[in-house]
């Protein structure tokens, strides 16, 4: 792989270079000039494979250099990378986006050694070829059986003190040939396929893993399971769960099971049934993608959910859509009445955040805050996000 780093300060030029070098990519060119780049770049445009690019230099800002990438047609990756001003750097991401840019991922300097690996690793590397790919049922049970599913984690903070309180495992195929596929391409398969049990107790046994890792190392979060309905059709599940969890050795008021209703229940009493019991276990319930057609007003009657997550849909740009909002604040002054903490997902930009802060809602997840990544990622962005949350709260009182 072939990388060009971008950054007006030398010293952090010298940083990153030897910092790729130390994960093993030697073929590193690094420049001061913007405009130096672009001449290397429009001799031959797919020479690079990847730019990391700092978004503010003096001669020209990121915005500007996007719109270049964009002119040659530059299909390679590229990182973003920003000082102190947080907002701009998903401003420029978003842009570049929209330019269909392949954005791998926004870092914030000092731009740490695991964060940048995380990036380069977890590119998704979805040519259009592969986001469309359909995955036979066999295909899944040969990675169940091999063990290439995995989990990534999305970091749930709380939005009045800035602790991180949880994570969201989001499980991710580690496919050989293909790269990280995304599971809109197999968790409805494997609903289809009988499959829905294996996949899930393979994400419930890594997620509990990785929850005792984190437990034993002092760092108390909880993590949020995603459970189909499908699941939800054998009496024992409860007892199940709750058995594997105390057996990990963590509290079971630590595990959040994520329920979404994707389909009509042939028989609607035995996940009630189910859930009614997990709940009595301790382990708590959240209902995911509140406000689409999937959660309805009817589950939060009929089932005791400790927790409200409200879908992205609605919670990206409330602040300038009246219905929007509207929708959000109702959502959530209705959790607030039944006694139900209040997630928000999909916040992905400062004005979100604010928006959010206001309207009282507990807890934020968007990739404002954080996309989803590695176990081994999570620690050192707790790390980071401290010294963010100091900037965050100073900004906002
Ligand atoms: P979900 O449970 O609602 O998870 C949130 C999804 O939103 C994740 O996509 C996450 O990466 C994405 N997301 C988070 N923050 C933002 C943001 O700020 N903006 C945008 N645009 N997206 C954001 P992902 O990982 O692709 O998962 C998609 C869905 O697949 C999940 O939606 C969930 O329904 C399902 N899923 C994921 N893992 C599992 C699993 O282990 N079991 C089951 N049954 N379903 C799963
Ligand atoms: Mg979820
Ligand atoms: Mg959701």
């Given at each position: 792989m072939k990388f060009l780093v971008l950054d007006d300060e030398p010293f952090v030029l010298k940083l990153l270079s030897w910092q790729l070098a130390n994960l093993g990519f030697e073929q590193v060119i690094a420049m001061e000039h913007p405009h130096d780049a672009l001449a290397l770049l429009e001799e031959d445009a797919n020479d690079i494979d990847m730019v990391l690019m700092?978004?503010?230099?003096?001669?020209?800002?990121g915005v500007e250099f996007v719109r270049h990438l964009t002119r040659i047609n530059y299909t390679g990756g590229l990182v973003l990378i920003s000082g102190e001003d947080q907002r701009i750097l998903h401003t420029v991401e978003k842009l570049a986006k929209a330019y269909k840019l392949r954005v791998l991922g926004a870092l914030h300097k000092p731009v740490i050694p695991v964060l940048l690996k995380e990036v380069i690793e977890y590119?998704?590397?979805?040519?259009e070829h592969n986001s469309r790919k359909i995955y036979a049922p066999d295909e899944l049970r040969r990675a169940l059986n091999n063990r290439e599913l995995v989990n990534h984690y999305q970091p749930q903070v709380e939005m009045g003190s800035g602790r991180v309180v949880g994570v969201e495992a989001l499980v991710r195929w580690q496919h050989p040939d293909d790269g990280l596929v995304y599971p809109a391409q197999f968790v409805s398969m494997a609903e289809e396929h009988d499959l829905i049990d294996d996949l899930t107790q393979a994400v419930m046994a890594n997620a509990l893993r990785q929850a005792r890792h984190w437990h034993e190392g002092g760092v108390a979060l909880q993590v949020s399971v995603n459970v189909s309905m499908d699941n939800l059709v054998t009496l024992d599940f409860a007892d199940d769960v709750a058995h594997q969890v105390g057996k990990a050795g963590i509290p079971l008021s630590s595990i959040v099971l994520e329920v979404t209703e994707s389909r009509l229940m042939k028989n609607p009493l035995t996940p009630l049934d189910i859930l009614t019991r997990l709940h009595l276990k301790r382990i708590r319930l959240s209902i995911d993608d509140?406000?689409?057609?999937?959660?309805s007003l009817a589950q939060l009657r009929d089932i005791p959910f400790d927790e409200l997550k409200i879908d992205r849909s609605f919670v990206h740009g409330a602040h300038e859509d009246p219905p929007q909002r509207a929708i959000v604040e109702a959502s959530l002054d209705m959790a607030q009445h039944l006694g139900m903490k209040t997630v928000a997902e999909g916040v992905e930009d400062h004005r979100d955040w604010n928006f959010l802060q206001t309207a009282g809602c507990d807890i934020a997840q968007g990739y404002f805050i954080a996309k989803p990544m590695s176990a081994r990622a999570v620690a050192p962005w707790m790390q980071q996000w401290e010294s963010r949350w100091q900037g965050l709260s100073k900004s906002t009182s």
């Open positions: 700092d978004i503010q230099m003096p001669d020209m800002d590119a998704p590397q979805r040519t509140f406000g689409t057609g999937h959660s």
